[in-house]
T-cell receptor
Framework: AQSVTQLGSHVSVSEGALVLLRCNYSSSVPPYLFWYVQYPNQGLQLLLKYTTGATLVKGINGFEAEFKKSETSFHLTKPSAHMSDAAEYFCAVSEDSWGKLQFGAGTQVVVTP | DGGITQSPKYLFRKEGQNVTLSCEQNLNHDAMYWYRQDPGQGLRLIYYSQIVNDFQKGDIAEGYSVSREKKESFPLTVTSAQKNPTAFYLC?????????????FGEGSRLTVL
């Protein structure tokens, strides 16, 4: 069975500082990995995804993530935080191609001036 | 513009009442999903449908029911059997069951039981 662990339910970063959100997964087969962002009282929006190929994936809003098979990780980073990055971020994994995603518990990001 | 429309955005229910949440998509997607979101628990899958007139239970289907009579519509009924229905409900869709692409989400419906 697949599972996702996001380390840290809340992260506080200063504006302009590095954003690092950690995600570890378990999967019995090569996984499909996703990061989504959610603003208050809204749906989820895809930031980026890894299916096959290059392990460093670039997404929207300056975010990127690196798939590390040996560490079973898919951490999300952004070099310089912006106030608009304040939101909740979800890591998700799928073991097959038909979209039944397993979501992590989420990490709330607060950006301070 | 194409997208997923959920209604109502906010809903209040008395204990013992059934309520139906609407989800309509004009993306011509084959598969549709219902998730429940509670603070600190991420998203949990309630039901999903890969084609019209077919649907499967997800991880927490008890107390919920769905139908898929049209490709663009996937309503969720929260029945009185659901013991803790207060939550944020999200509908999602994707192009086909063989696609590795993203899920598209609606804006959500927040249900509160009084």
């Amino acid at each position: 069975a697949q599972s996702v662990t996001q380390l840290g339910s809340h992260v506080s970063v200063s504006e302009g500082a590095l954003v690092l959100l950690r995600c570890n997964y378990s999967s019995s087969v090569p996984p499909y990995l996703f990061w989504y962002v959610q603003y208050p009282n809204q749906g989820l929006q895809l930031l980026l995804k890894y299916t096959t190929g290059a392990t460093l994936v670039k997404g929207i809003n300056g975010f990127e993530a690196e798939f590390k098979k040996s560490e079973t990780s898919f951490h999300l980073t952004k070099p310089s935080a912006h106030m608009s990055d304040a939101a909740e971020y979800f890591c998700a994994v799928s073991e097959d191609s038909w979209g039944k995603l397993q979501f992590g518990a989420g990490t709330q990001v607060v950006v301070t001036p | 513009d194409g997208g997923i429309t959920q209604s109502p955005k906010y809903l209040f229910r008395k204990e013992g009442q059934n309520v139906t949440l609407s989800c309509e998509q004009n993306l011509n997607h084959d598969a549709m999903y219902w998730y429940r979101q509670d603070p600190g628990q991420g998203l949990r899958l309630i039901y999903y449908s890969q084609i019209v007139n077919d649907f499967q239970k997800g991880d927490i289907a008890e107390g919920y029911s769905v139908s898929r009579e049209k490709k663009e519509s996937f309503p969720l009924t929260v029945t009185s059997a659901q013991k803790n229905p207060t939550a944020f409900y999200l509908c999602a869709s994707r192009l086909s069951w063989t696609d590795t692409g993203e899920l598209f989400f609606g804006e959500g419906s927040r249900l509160t039981v009084l």
